[in-house]
């Protein structure tokens, strides 16, 4: 059980270092990568000379995987882990870019 707690405690204090605000993407980046990641992958999938080796559904593999990841807008069960301090963070605003309060205001 001390494993366990100590393992816990760990992803806690990297979740928290991860997520500032400030750390976010800006948009323009962003649209940059989502853009690069479709370019990619269409310039690879639409080459019928192409001879698809290991690197190659390797090279797909991973760019599939970071669209996923990155532009997944639903990110289930993320509600449930929520700890009390990151609910007092999105209630004080912490979570909200002050540039884009002006679209939703």
Same mark, same amino acid.
């Given at each position: 059980?001390?494993?366990?707690? /100590?393992?816990?405690?760990?992803?806690?204090?990297?979740?928290?270092?991860?997520?500032?605000?400030?750390?976010?993407?800006?948009?323009? =980046?962003?649209?940059?990568?989502?853009?690069?990641?479709?370019?990619?992958?269409?310039?690879?999938?639409? @080459?019928?000379?192409?001879?698809?080796?290991?690197? @190659?559904?390797?090279?797909?593999?991973?760019?599939?995987?970071?669209?996923?990841?990155?532009?997944?807008?639903?990110?289930?069960?993320?509600?449930?882990?929520?700890?009390?301090?990151?609910?007092? =963070?999105?209630?004080?605003? /912490?979570?909200?870019?002050?540039?884009?309060?002006?679209?939703?205001?």
């Amino acid at each position: 059980m001390l494993f366990y707690s /100590a393992q816990v405690h760990v992803m806690a204090r990297r979740n928290a270092l991860r997520r500032p605000q400030a750390m976010l993407l800006e948009k323009k =980046d962003a649209m940059a990568m989502h853009n690069f990641l479709l370019q990619e992958m269409a310039s690879m999938c639409s @080459d019928v000379r192409l001879r698809w080796e290991c690197h @190659d559904f390797v090279r797909l593999r991973n760019l599939t995987v970071c669209r996923l990841t990155m532009f997944n807008a639903r990110k289930g069960g993320e509600p449930a882990r929520l700890t009390i301090r990151e609910w007092d =963070d999105a209630v004080a605003g /912490a979570w909200v870019d002050p540039r884009l309060m002006i679209y939703f205001l």
